[in-house]
C-alpha cells in the first residue's frame, strides 16, 4: 500500500482561553492518500479550519499524532515544519497573504528560490504557472493591483511553486464573487487531474463538489466520510431533471 | 406554464411545436423540457378560457396546422402576471418534513438524514457545474437559469448544516 500523504490520528486540539479549556477539535482520524482531493465542511466553530491548519503546522495540536507522506510532523518545531513546508506543504488562504511590496512574479518565486531551485528553474516554473492562471501579462504588478480574484490565482500559484505533495487550503473562494470562485475552481480542477492531492475546507458546494471526498465535522469531530454520489441521469441531452426551479 | 405559454404568443402567432423550440432555445437545457403532450393541452386550455385563439393554416402535403393567436383577454392575464411580485421560497420542503418526522417512528436517525442529503445536494451540484460547462457561454439566460439553481443549492446545504447544529445531535 502507497505511505498515505497525509494521516491524522486522534487529533486532538483544546484552546486555553482565560483558564477556561474550550476544545476544538475531538479526536480526527484522516487518512487521505496521494492524488485525492478531499473538502471539509461544517458549520463556523466545527474545528474546521483549526483542524487544516494543524495539517499545515500552523496550529499546534494538543494531542495526537500528524503524518505527512510518511514522516512525523506533530512533533517538529516550528523551524522544522517550516522546513517540511517549504518541500512537501502549498498553503491557500481566504485573505490572499500575498507580500504586498513584491511584485506577482517575485511573489511566486519566493517559495521556490527559500526551496533552494536555481533562480532560472524558479524564473521558469513561475511563468508555467502564471500562464496557466492567465497571469503573465500580471507579472510585474502590485498585489493591490489585481482583483480579488487574480490576487488569489497568484497565491495558488505560490503555494504550488514548489510542486507540493498537499495542498491545502482554508475558504479559498470565501472572498470572491461568483466569477471570480469560477476561474479558482478551474484550476483547482486542473490541477486535481494532474494528480495533486487536495485538502481543503469550504462552505461553497461548488467547491465541495469537485471534491472525490467529503468529511462534515460537527463540534470537532467526523459526522460524514465518503465520496458524492453519481446522480441517475436521463439520455444525454436532457438534463431537465436537474433543475427544478422552487417556488 | 400557461402564462409563458401567452408570453411567447404576445411576440407572434405560433403554433405548438414552435413554442416547444422557443422554451427550449430560450432556456437552454437547464430547464425541464416540456413535451408536446402537455404544449397542446395547455393551448386547448388556453383557448377555451379565451386568452388563445386558433387558426388552421393549410399547408401543402400536410394537415392542417393550427397556428394560436394572443387574444385581448389573454393579453391582460399576461400583464396581470407580469405587474405581480412572484411567490417567494418554498415553506414546504419534502426533505424537513422525512428529517422532523422519520425520526418519530423509528425509522430512520437524523444524522444519516443529514449526511445523505448532503451528499445528494453536492453530486447535484456537480451535474450544475457539468451542464454550465456545457451550455453555450453565449447564451446568458440558461447560464443564469444554471446559477439560480447553484445558489438555491447553496441555500439548501446551509439550511442543512442548520438543521443538522440544531436536531441532529
Redo the contacts between chains.
Keep these: 500500500m502507497d505511505t498515505p500523504v497525509v494521516k491524522a490520528t486522534n487529533l486532538v486540539k483544546i484552546y486555553q482561553t482565560g483558564g477556561l479549556p474550550v476544545p476544538a477539535v475531538r479526536g480526527i482520524d484522516l487518512t487521505v492518500r496521494a492524488g485525492e482531493f478531499v473538502a471539509i465542511?461544517?458549520?463556523s466553530g466545527s474545528g474546521k479550519s483549526t483542524f487544516i491548519h494543524m495539517l499545515g503546522g500552523l496550529e499546534t495540536r494538543t494531542s495526537g499524532e500528524i503524518w505527512l507522506d510518511g514522516k512525523r510532523a506533530d512533533t517538529l518545531s516550528e523551524s522544522g515544519w517550516a522546513v517540511l513546508r517549504r518541500q512537501k506543504v502549498g498553503f491557500v488562504f481566504q485573505f490572499f497573504n500575498l507580500v504586498a511590496n513584491m511584485t506577482v512574479a517575485d511573489n511566486v518565486e519566493l517559495p521556490a528560490l527559500l526551496g533552494g531551485v536555481s533562480p532560472r528553474q524558479a524564473r521558469e516554473r513561475r511563468e508555467y504557472l502564471l500562464g496557466e492562471l492567465g497571469l503573465t501579462e500580471r507579472a510585474a504588478a502590485a498585489p493591490a493591483q489585481l482583483s480579488g480574484g487574480e490576487q488569489q490565482r497568484v497565491a495558488l500559484a505560490r503555494a504550488l511553486a514548489n510542486h507540493p505533495r498537499l495542498l491545502l487550503a482554508d475558504e479559498p473562494t470565501g472572498n470572491l464573487d461568483?466569477r471570480n470562485t469560477r476561474d479558482v475552481l478551474k484550476l483547482l480542477g486542473q490541477v486535481h487531474r494532474q494528480g495533486q492531492t487536495i485538502v481543503l475546507v469550504t462552505?461553497?458546494?461548488?467547491v465541495?463538489?469537485?471534491a472525490d471526498r467529503?468529511v462534515?465535522l460537527?463540534?470537532g469531530q467526523i459526522?460524514?466520510d465518503?465520496?458524492?454520489?453519481?446522480?441517475r441521469?436521463r439520455p444525454s441531452?436532457?438534463?431537465?431533471?436537474?433543475?427544478?426551479?422552487?417556488? | 406554464m400557461r402564462l409563458p405559454l401567452l408570453a411567447l404568443l404576445a411576440k407572434e402567432p405560433a403554433h405548438g411545436y414552435e413554442l416547444k423550440q422557443a422554451l427550449e432555445v430560450t432556456f437552454g437545457?437547464?430547464?425541464?423540457?416540456p413535451n408536446i403532450g402537455q404544449i397542446y393541452v395547455t393551448l386547448g386550455r388556453l383557448e377555451k378560457d379565451g386568452f388563445v385563439r386558433a387558426v388552421d393554416v393549410e399547408q401543402s402535403n400536410r394537415p392542417n396546422k393550427k397556428v394560436y393567436y394572443l387574444t385581448a383577454a389573454g393579453r391582460e392575464a399576461l400583464e396581470t402576471w407580469v405587474d405581480e411580485p412572484?411567490?417567494?421560497?418554498?415553506v414546504r420542503d419534502e426533505f424537513f418534513m422525512k428529517l422532523v418526522l422519520a425520526p418519530l417512528t423509528g425509522i430512520a436517525d437524523r444524522?444519516a438524514l443529514v449526511?445523505r442529503q448532503?451528499?445528494?445536494?453536492?453530486?447535484?451540484?456537480?451535474?450544475?457545474?457539468a451542464?454550465a460547462e456545457r451550455t453555450d457561454p453565449e447564451n446568458r439566460v440558461a447560464l443564469l437559469?444554471?446559477?439560480?439553481?447553484?445558489l438555491?443549492?447553496?441555500a439548501d446545504?446551509?439550511w442543512l448544516?442548520?438543521c443538522?447544529?440544531d436536531l441532529?445531535?
Excluded: K
Aim: charged share 25%; hydrophobic share 35%.
Design positions: 465542511m461544517g458549520p461568483s462552505h461553497d458546494a461548488r465541495a463538489s469537485m467529503v462534515s460537527l463540534d459526522v460524514d465518503g465520496a458524492i454520489p453519481r446522480t441521469r441531452g436532457t438534463a431537465g431533471d436537474v433543475v427544478e426551479l422552487h417556488g | 437545457s437547464a430547464y425541464p423540457s412572484t411567490e417567494g421560497p418554498r444524522m449526511n448532503r451528499r445528494h445536494y453536492l453530486s447535484l451540484m456537480r451535474d450544475l457545474d451542464l437559469l444554471i446559477e439560480g439553481a447553484m438555491h443549492l447553496q446545504l446551509d448544516q442548520r443538522q447544529e441532529a445531535l
